[in-house]
């Protein structure tokens, strides 16, 4: 145990809070893999310096990917993040598809409990991160294929939707809390109901260390620039999905950003910006990949 410092600290409270890991793993780790290394406050009590809690939460992100606590604490805190960067080696794309497949047919069958627990066995599964690149963002546009194409009523569309954003809800409030920048407004404009996508981007985002405020979807425009004044937002992010009328979106994204604070960025991604001229001040991110390359490039600051 080291001695008490003028480094910031948090509580062992705080920092179960902050990191989901319970105050008995953190002291087990302790004991077993030396990390990790509380001071002592003017009580005795333990207390943790923020680059030890910002490894803990990256140590936390990990494990829910299926990495083993006693090898991540082993890593050095470059590699750990390395580890950590949103690239990922993606499945077989046979094995992805197939149990893309697998998910539309327990849907098609309209057996409600099934595909609830098909999806919660492939979040438990994969983790966050992969369960939305590899799962839901796939499943997702073959369920708009699928309601295209006829072979699925409105309905089918609707309960898959709405199933996958309760389960995308509980896992983000799960994710601890952020305390860094950038700050992220997320909502979507009048006339743009889907909010799958908007969800997908909060949580990568969130597991990237963004602080993210959601306000859902159809906010007036005068509102979210009101909002990210009053929320101090540096960034906002847009969602619009390929129902969303295309002549409408450049006059849209024109007179938000005309709102908004000239400091504050406007992101607008989803499929309904795919191959749309940029409007001035705006930053196109029709993937979800494109969006945390945007994050990424922000940087974050503790």
Do not use: N
């Not at 990390?35 to 936390?60: I, N, S, T, W």
């Not at 992100?61 to 470059?78: E, K, N, T």
């Not at 306000?215 to 909002?227: H, M, N, S």
């Not at 937002?233 to 409408?248: E, T």
């Amino acid at each position: 145990m080291t001695t008490m410092t003028t480094t910031t600290t948090l509580s062992i409270a705080a920092v179960e809070r902050e990191t989901r890991l319970s105050k008995d793993v953190l002291r087990v780790w302790e004991r077993r893999y030396g990390f990790p290394q509380p001071v002592r406050d003017a009580h005795g009590e333990r207390c943790y310096p923020a680059d030890q809690v910002e490894r803990l939460r990256l140590m936390k992100r990990l494990m829910d990917q299926g990495h083993r606590p006693g090898a991540l604490a082993a890593l050095a805190p470059d590699d750990l993040a390395a580890l950590a960067a949103p690239e990922r080696r993606a499945p077989a794309p046979d094995a992805q598809a197939g149990a893309v497949a697998q998910l539309l047919e327990l849907i098609r069958a309209r057996d409600p409990a099934a595909v609830r627990h098909a999806l919660r066995q492939a979040l438990a599964r994969q983790g966050l991160e992969r369960f939305i690149e590899q799962t839901i963002a796939p499943l997702t546009a073959a369920v708009g294929g699928c309601w295209e194409d006829g072979s699925f009523d409105v309905f089918d569309e609707h309960f898959y939707t709405e199933s996958a954003q309760q389960l995308l809800r509980q896992a983000i409030a799960d994710l601890p809390g952020a305390r860094q920048e950038p700050r992220i407004l997320l909502t979507t404009v009048p006339g743009e109901g889907h909010g799958l996508g908007l969800l997908m981007a909060e949580a990568l985002f969130a597991l990237d260390g963004a602080s993210c405020i959601s306000l859902g979807t159809e906010t007036p425009l005068l509102d979210i620039a009101r909002a990210c004044s009053a929320y101090r937002a540096g960034v906002i992010a847009l969602s619009f999905s390929a129902a969303y009328p295309r002549r409408q979106l450049a006059p849209v994204l024109a007179q938000l950003r005309q709102a908004l604070p000239a400091e504050a960025e406007l992101w607008a991604g989803g499929a309904g910006v795919a191959k749309l001229d940029a409007p001035a001040g705006v930053r196109l991110l029709p993937t979800l990949d494109s969006g945390r390359q945007a994050l990424a490039g922000l940087g974050l600051r503790v």
